[in-house]
C-alpha cells in the first residue's frame, strides 16, 4: 500500500521559516509528479507548489519567491521550504503524487502550518 507521510509542520511566527518533508512509499518516485496543496476550513484545496518528473516546477502566484519545492529521487521525498511566512499561510499542507504517464494518484493525510505571532 503506497503512503505519502508529510512532517514538518508546526506553530511560526511570521517571517520564520519551515520545511515540510513528504516521505513516500513509491516503488517507482521519480516517475511521479510531486505537489504541496493546502486547505484551511470552508475552502476548496489549492495547489501550493508542483515540481514534475523531470524537476520542472511551478507555484502558486501567492507563495513565489517564498517558497520552494523539491525532491530527492534517491529518498523517495519531496519537500516545501517555506520562508517569510505570512498569517495566510496557515493551513494544512497536503501533499499529492501524481504518476507523469499512468493515472495512479494518492495524497498524504496532511501536516498543519500555524503562522501566528
Known amino acids: 500500500q503506497v503512503q505519502l507521510v508529510e512532517s514538518g509542520g508546526g506553530l511560526v511566527q511570521p517571517g520564520g521559516s519551515l520545511r515540510l518533508s513528504c516521505a513516500t512509499s513509491?516503488?517507482?518516485?521519480?516517475?511521479?509528479?510531486m505537489g504541496w496543496y493546502r486547505q484551511t476550513p470552508g475552502k476548496q484545496r489549492e495547489l501550493v507548489a508542483a515540481?514534475?518528473?523531470?524537476?520542472?516546477?511551478n507555484y502558486a502566484d501567492s507563495v513565489m519567491g517564498r517558497f520552494t519545492i523539491s525532491r530527492d529521487n534517491v529518498k523517495n521525498t519531496a519537500y516545501l521550504q517555506m520562508d517569510s511566512l505570512k498569517p495566510e499561510d496557515t493551513a494544512v499542507y497536503y501533499c499529492?503524487?501524481?504518476?507523469?504517464?499512468?493515472?495512479?494518484?494518492?495524497w498524504g493525510q496532511g501536516t498543519k502550518v500555524t503562522v501566528w505571532a
Open positions: 499529492n503524487a501524481k504518476h507523469d504517464t499512468y493515472d495512479n494518484f494518492y
Open positions: 513509491l516503488r517507482f518516485f521519480r516517475s511521479y509528479h
Open positions: 515540481i514534475t518528473s523531470s524537476g520542472t516546477t
